[in-house]
């Protein structure tokens, strides 16, 4: 067979670098590559310039992709905690306003109130079951009226972690008993605020718990 000149292997070397010829001219084009040292070296120059940077421009795209994929998932990662985060505040207020919002109104059972003098001080005192949420009194020259609520939280949680042993009657302390002369205690539907300065009309819807006549000589 005859001798392959350079001129002809020049023109199969792209095909031969690329894949693209058949077993036999690869092995002619190979035997060629061994004894020509510059059709050798122009073979591998041409490997780099198509195989390399087809190399680096899929990398490039796997880089690229990878760190696209990275941003959506840090990004997917945040708005979860966001999400989470205010559905979590909205289920606490929402909680905490169920539990402290209503009020009830105790109302007046002789047995769960009473009414004493320390130390020249006016005290009321509740031993019925349940915490107190808050007190409103009103002083009205020396008649002070009064009424008692609970929430949700004072009436079922509250008790529920305190200690039992350590349970004690609820204190109002009102005023002085120079400055006291009788205590109603009454269930306000509508609060104390449009009866001020109406003690008449607040007598009429009140029970008269205590008089300074009781602790005077």
Known sequence: MNKINCN????????????AVSEDTKK?????????????????????????????????????FLQKM?????????????ISVAVTAVVILGSYMALT?????IPYEPENFSVAVEDGQVCVYY????????????????EFFLYFTRNPWS????????????????????????????VYYGEFSKGLDILYGKEAEMAAQTQLIWTRDEVMP
């Open 8 to 19: 002809v292997i020049g023109d199969l070397l792209p095909l031969y670098v690329d894949g």
């Open 28 to 64: 002619l084009v190979e035997e060629h590559l061994a004894e020509c040292a510059d059709c050798k070296k122009a073979a591998e120059d041409m490997e780099k310039e198509l195989v390399l940077p087809v190399h680096e421009t899929v990398a490039a795209a796997e880089t690229s």
């Open 70 to 82: 990275k941003k959506t998932w840090k990004k997917g990662r945040m708005r979860t905690a966001v």
């Open 101 to 105: 919002f209503p009020q009830w109104m």
């Open 127 to 142: 031993t019925g079951e349940g915490k107190i949420n808050c007190s409103y009194g009103y002083d009205g020259e020396d």
């Open 155 to 182: 009436a079922y949680i509250e008790p529920l972690l305190e200690n039992a042993e350590k349970e004690k009657p609820y204190r109002y302390q009102i005023d002085s008993v120079e400055r006291i002369s009788k």
